[in-house]
């Protein structure tokens, strides 16, 4: 009996060995860290193989897409977990490369005089996807080169429909054929055909689930129809097997990413703001429906909820503005709260925001609201303060008025006033004005007055200055001038005014008149026959006189002593002195010279015309000679170098005056 309950304690105690063992066991494996690698350079297959071999469950790991122009499609761009770090609380995010972007923005060069082939090479180096070329008939450019594209802007996305014009010469034949069965046809056998027959191919792309990738699954023409060379057609090219899509609204992002998986496809995800899908449940998905090819990228949009909107009450609208402008930005602009603004006069700082309005009614927390909804908010601006016209006040009794309203006092002017005493308010700004707001005013300066007697003897110019001034702030008077002439004065001062109500009468001095001296006797005042002398213009003018010797004034025209404006005009005649006994005129004998020899005139024929010239010219060169070519139709049988006349025509190896003049003709053949 002791020996059985011995057996039993060791059974007992064996066993809660075995189950302590189990524990640790667990506990140990519990706590092993899983340490996240480096996926540099790794593929998404490498992830998937460590997430298996660590068995890691589908809540612990998330995939995002993203387009890459540097890592190839399906390789690893980025990790949230840094390499060497251990796995814990935080989802582990894997930012895989999608591929280069289809929509990538590349600048098309300028492909003049670039063949079709040429091209074409630069488009799929460039990975554009929806590029076209038509064959258009062009009188300029050689067959096969380049004509023309359908955008404007060079810079376009790599998936843009791009329609490449080539020239097909200066005519482009219409010529029947008949539509091929393109079935069988890869695209470059497509593309062939095309090019040889200058027909503008349009490829489209489709999902199928019997038709294999590459293949042709229809053609518009059909198979067998007529076709015109340098017409346009239209293959659709299966994309391979396509996959169902379907709507996933208000589903969640674990039910959509399971099913991207099982179907081989990709997917990105965009939170936004929505007033009907729970937040973190998917609003909408593209395409949602028809077929899609396996490797294609599905979109997302996850609902965020409501928009949270603050409460700004009390603070200022520059930093309401700010926030609105923040918020508005924020899961891909999806917020688009709208703002109203009400001005209201308060005694808070300009710009304070007295009250917050969602749907009619104030709010003081935070309210969560749909998207697209207008905000209202009443804005502090200053209490408006009336000002009315102080005209007549004095200008210290004004100052108080302002002061008390709570305002200050702007720009002071004065001007003259026939009917206010000086000091007395004449005007001022009126209306309504905020707090602080300056206020403008013109204070009089009582009645003009002026006393004309000081300026006796002072110059004219200075008391118009004084009294324009004085007119530029009301003084109203005018002021004219009557120049005459005053030993006394001197030119331009005052001899004497008058004042007629406001206006002004002054006569100006001009100056002494100049009294005419006795030039008759004397030698002339002038040098040359004008100057400017003794305070007059005088013109000199000579005759012969046999009483007066030379340059003696003989007579002027204005009598000495006579007292005459300055610079008058007077006239002095001078003497010659006699006039002298006339030159007999001497009897001029012409000079006479030999003409030579013109018989027969072809003495002087040349080789060429100007070589005809260069004889006629040496021959007279004693006489004065004419040259007249004869060419064209005076010209008809092209004679060059030859001499037609000579005139005069008879005289001929005879002496005769210097001056007379030849006519000769020659005929130009060239």
């Not at 002061?403 to 309504?432: A, F, M, Q």
């Amino acid at each position: 009996m002791k020996n059985k309950k011995t057996l039993a304690l060791i059974i007992l105690a064996s066993s809660l060995i075995v189950i302590v063992g189990i524990l640790l066991t667990f506990m140990l494996l519990s706590n092993k860290k899983i340490v996240v690698p480096d996926f540099s350079d790794k593929t998404i297959d490498d992830v998937e193989t460590w997430i298996s071999e660590n068995k890691l469950e589908e809540s612990a790991y998330d995939y995002i897409y993203e387009y890459n122009e540097e890592i190839e499609d399906d390789y690893i761009i980025s990790q949230s977990i840094n390499p060497g770090e251990a796995l814990k609380d935080e989802k582990l995010i894997i930012t895989v490369s999608d591929g280069k972007d289809p929509d990538y923005i590349v600048l098309i060069p300028d492909f003049n005089n670039k063949t079709h082939v040429e091209i074409e090479e630069w488009f799929i180096e460039n990975l554009f996807t929806n590029y076209e070329f038509e064959y258009v008939q062009s009188d300029t450019i050689e067959k096969e080169k380049f004509v023309s594209l359908n955008v404007t802007d060079n810079n376009q996305a790599r998936s843009a429909l791009i329609l490449v014009s080539i020239s097909y010469g200066k005519e482009v034949p219409k010529v029947e054929i008949d539509m091929p069965d393109l079935k069988d046809y890869t695209k470059t056998n497509i593309q062939a055909w095309a090019k040889t027959n200058a027909i503008t191919m349009t490829f489209k792309t489709q999902a199928s689930n019997t038709i294999p990738e590459g293949k042709v699954i229809s053609q518009n023409p059909t198979a067998g129809s007529k076709i015109l060379t340098g017409s346009k057609a239209t293959v659709t090219l299966s994309s391979g097997k396509g996959i169902s899509a379907i709507s996933f609204s208000g589903k969640t992002k674990e039910v959509a990413e399971a099913w991207i998986k099982e179907n081989g496809l990709k997917s990105t995800y965009t939170d936004v703001y929505d007033g009907k899908i729970q937040s973190g449940l998917i609003i909408s998905n593209s395409p949602s429906s028809g077929a899609i090819a396996q490797g294609s990228s599905v979109s997302f949009n996850i609902s965020k909820g409501l928009v949270p909107v603050d409460n700004y009450t009390n603070k200022s609208k520059t930093e309401f503005d700010a926030y609105i402008s923040k918020l508005n930005a924020s899961y891909n602009k999806s917020a688009k709260i709208g703002v109203t603004v009400n001005n209201e006069e308060s005694n808070l700082a300009e710009g304070t925001i007295i009250s917050q309005i969602i749907a009619g009614k104030s709010i003081s927390t935070t309210t969560m609201v749909a998207p697209g909804t207008t905000i209202t908010i009443k804005i502090a601006v200053p209490k408006k303060i009336s000002v009315v016209s102080k005209a007549g006040s004095s200008e210290n009794d004004f100052k108080t008025y302002i002061t008390n309203l709570g305002l200050t006092l702007g720009s002071k002017s004065e001007r003259y006033d026939d009917n206010k005493s000086s000091g007395i308010i004449i005007s001022n700004d009126v209306g309504t004005y905020s707090l602080k707001a300056s206020i403008n005013y013109v204070v009089s300066k009582g009645k003009y007055t002026v006393d004309l007697n000081s300026y006796v003897n002072k110059s004219y110019s200075e008391l118009a200055n004084q009294i324009n001034n004085a007119n530029a702030i009301g003084a109203g008077y005018s002021i004219s001038k009557n120049e005459q002439y005053s030993d006394n004065i001197s030119s331009g001062n005052i001899i004497s005014c008058s004042l007629n109500g406001k206006a002004i009468s002054c006569n100006v001095s001009k100056g002494p008149q100049v009294t005419v001296k006795n030039y008759v006797g004397i030698y002339k005042p002038c040098i040359v026959n004008y100057c400017e002398v003794d305070g007059l213009k005088i013109t000199q003018q000579s005759i012969y006189n046999d009483t007066y010797e030379t340059g003696i004034v003989i007579y002027q025209s204005i009598d000495a002593n006579t007292k005459v404006d300055p610079q008058t005009a007077i006239t002095l005649t001078i003497s010659l002195g006699k006039k002298p006994e006339p030159t007999p005129t001497p009897t001029t004998i012409p000079a006479m010279c030999k003409v030579p020899t013109y018989k027969p005139l072809s003495i002087f024929n040349g080789q060429t015309y100007d070589q005809a010239v260069s004889n006629v010219t040496y021959a007279f060169s004693d006489f004065h000679i004419e040259i007249i070519k004869v060419e064209g139709d005076d010209n008809p049988d092209a004679f060059n170098g030859v001499i037609k006349s000579i005139t005069p025509s008879d005289l001929s190896d005879q002496t005769i005056d210097c001056l007379t003049k030849f006519k000769i003709e020659i005929y130009s053949g060239q």
